[in-house]
């Protein structure tokens, strides 16, 4: 059964194990997709209010579009997962002779790179539910406001989480060039999206103790 499927109580439990997936990816992409969705809830619940009806054409196009994020964040559970065992083998791969070291240092830094892209697509996905989180400050039903609110602290955490991720691989890959290019996008586009959730946050709390 796909990790994606299984059950609540299942996934915590193997999460709990020493079983090595899911892990924080797979809890980052699972963090993202309820924030995710919680967007989309935002939609669901403002959708044919005469109240917000000047906002009805962005409402829909955020909702298909948290749907479509959504979907691909809860995959990322299990590629995440999937790009992962390949890494766990190779650490097993023996390192008596110099020709196996070597062998087997080439293989992880390839497992390595491999592992990285799940956390990697994560952020770049929670990027854009976060933008539109963002959105749904103004345009949400302010009856669900508050879950916009949750929505974007769970986008926070996921991205935060998978950024983690992102460099504890970073630290083993000895190419430098890749490390610095994924560096380089990544921070600054972590940076904003958290001062971004920081001010929608913020905002929220504002209208709710109004």
Known sequence: MALREAPCT?????????????GGGGVAALAGA???ALGGM??????GKKKYAEFEEDIQRILARTGE???RLLRLIDEDAENFYPLSQAYGLPKDTDEQKRVKEETLQKCFKVAVQGPVEIMRVCHEAVILEEELVEKGSRLAISDVGCGVLL??????SAWLNVIVNLNCITDQDYCAGLRAELVPLMEKDCAVCDEVYRKVLAILEK
Do not use: E, M, N
């Open 34 to 36: 309820l924030g995710t």
């Open 155 to 160: 986008l926070k955490g996921a991205i935060r």
């Open 10 to 22: 299942d996934f915590v439990a193997q999460l709990s194990s020493k079983a090595p997936v899911p």
């Open 69 to 71: 994020l959504q979907d």
């Open 42 to 47: 935002v939609c669901s619940l403002t959708t």
